[in-house]
């Protein structure tokens, strides 16, 4: 909101009519900040509001009366003294002497991280009795890594420049960096072990919380840590944002705030309760989206049933948001992938639709068959020979389970989601109300027949 206040600063100035001859400018750029108060005229505040004032008059001839502030530049000397307390490493090295774990929880997986130590990756799957336990050790720490770290802070730290800044919450925050290497070794990047960039930093309400952990490239991490110990740092403490506040009161009968203002905000309010449902608006075969996230698909072509092109396979979904993303095409393939920067896809097939496979596994799994109509609610289907996997020797595998997603308003939306239950063999679920539309039309093997538009193929037979 704050670059559409300072865009409305502007629009006093220049579609206003107020007298730039007489009110500079030069204050109005993107290194320095305004917010914009609406006050009542009734308001207390009022008599706080000294200094040089304006008097701006919006499309729909409100007028207001705005209160300037008056910027004084800070003292370019100011904190430069140097710090002569605990170095950064030393402030969060409680963290690693008492032991402490911080978790997150996620759809599948659980993240363990014990400060100083290592970083694990684990899922746990109870089948009766029993319990087997699926884990990665994403990095390893110890006592030797952080001596000799802490001779290099005691040693610079005070020489210094810049500290590096990690964005949070559109606020660039210091932070202080342990890298933990030594991790499970990783068959998706030539037996190489799994490292994790530790990143801490200052929030005085934290508590050592993970606030997130990405993938950042192929068994690489990125790992930030929420904690107050580096808030007592001069250098590791956010830096105020400087906003100067501008105080606007309506004059006139004018309402508090300008009608366009508020219609825009609502406007807003509304876009934003309906993306978190609806996501993103595209046109079939180019599709992306947010992992766990829902996707409408527009159509491009307005006599073309977006049902029959989802099960032609011509609307191929795109889903996750890490390092490694996934396609799934409707009776052709899943996939996972990754761009790198120089535009090439590395891609690794997790299963390719072949019937007789499919007829044979639900055999094995005869709980996977559609129920009757009046129960059914998803469908399952198995995609097998994908590349085979270094760990277990055996191509990789993925069920599909199709759900119909219902009571929503949207009919074409679409969510994805991707796990990894067992080593290489994986579950993608689709759920969308496209889904409820097919549910009747499928066999007894859950396939559903349907004539292409040139009349020569069938899905399913």
Same mark, same amino acid.
Request: charged share 25%; proline share 4%; aromatic share 10%.
């Given at each position: ?40 005229s009734?308001?207390?505040d009022?008599?706080l ?5 304006i ?39 409680? @963290?690693?002497?008492? *032991?402490? +774990?911080? !978790?997150? =929880?996620?759809?599948?997986?659980t993240?363990?991280v014990? &400060?100083g $130590?290592?970083?694990?990756q684990?899922?746990e ?23 000799k ?39 998706l ?23 997130? @952990?990405?993938?950042? *490239?192929? +068994?690489? !991490?990125? =790992? ?8 007592? &740092?001069? $250098? ?51 599709l992306?989206?947010?992992e766990?996230?829902i ?56 299963g ?6 499919h ?14 109509v ?24 993925t ?8 009571n ?10 991707l ?17 409820c539309k ?6 007894e093997?859950?396939?559903?027949p ?12």
């Open positions: 909101m704050k670059y559409l206040d300072l865009l409305f600063i502007h629009c006093f100035y220049l579609q206003f009519g107020v007298n730039t001859a007489e009110h500079s400018l030069r204050g109005f750029d993107d290194t320095v900040l305004f917010d914009i108060n609406w006050v009542d009734n308001s207390k009022l008599e509001m000294n200094g040089e004032s008097i701006v008059t919006s499309s729909h001839q409100e007028k207001y009366k705005c209160h300037l502030p008056k910027i004084q530049e800070k003292d370019s000397k100011e904190n430069q003294d140097k710090y002569e307390g605990p170095t950064a490493l030393e402030l969060i090295a409680p @963290l690693f002497s008492q *032991s402490l +774990c911080s !978790y997150r =929880l996620e759809s599948y997986w993240y363990e014990c &400060h $130590k290592f970083v694990r684990y899922h799957d109870r089948e009766g009795k029993k319990t087997k336990l699926q884990e990665y050790i994403l990095g390893k720490w110890n006592d030797e890594e952080y001596n770290l802490l001779k290099e802070f005691q040693q610079t730290e005070n020489e210094m420049g810049q500290i590096p800044v990690k964005k949070i919450e559109n606020v660039n925050l210091p932070y202080l960096e342990i890298h933990m290497g030594n991790g499970t070794t990783c068959d990047n030539n037996n190489k072990p799994r490292e994790t960039r530790a990143l801490y930093v200052c929030y005085a309400h934290g508590k050592h919380d993970v606030y997130s @952990l990405k993938e950042t *490239s192929t +068994c690489q !991490y990125e =790992l930030v840590i929420l904690s107050p110990l580096l808030c007592s &740092h001069p $250098k590791y403490k956010p830096k105020e944002s400087g906003e100067h506040p501008i105080n606007c009161t309506p004059i006139e009968g004018s309402t508090v705030k300008p009608y366009n203002l508020a219609k825009l905000k609502a406007q807003s309010k509304q876009l934003r309760m309906q993306s978190e449902f609806e996501g993103i608006r595209i046109t079939p075969i180019d992306t989206e947010r766990f996230s996707i409408s698909i527009e159509n491009a072509i307005t006599d073309t049933s977006p049902v029959e092109n989802f099960l032609a396979g011509k609307n191929c979904l795109t889903g996750g948001t890490g390092w490694w993303r996934y396609e799934f095409c409707y009776g052709k393939s899943v996939e996972q992938y990754h761009i790198e920067k120089d535009g090439t896809k590395i891609s690794i097939n997790l390719i639709f072949m019937r007789d496979k007829i044979e596994w639900l055999k094995d799994h005869p709980q996977k068959r559609p129920k009757s009046s129960q059914r609610k998803q469908l399952s289907h198995f995609y097998s020979n994908g590349e085979i996997c270094d760990k277990t020797g055996k191509p990789r595998q069920e599909v389970k199709l759900k119909c997603l219902e929503t308003s949207n009919l074409n939306a679409v969510s994805l989601y796990l990894e239950p067992r080593y290489c063999e994986y579950i993608l679920g689709v759920e969308s109300p496209l889904i097919i549910l009747s039309r499928v066999d093997n859950g396939l559903v349907l004539k292409l538009s040139d009349n020569s193929d069938i899905i399913g037979e």
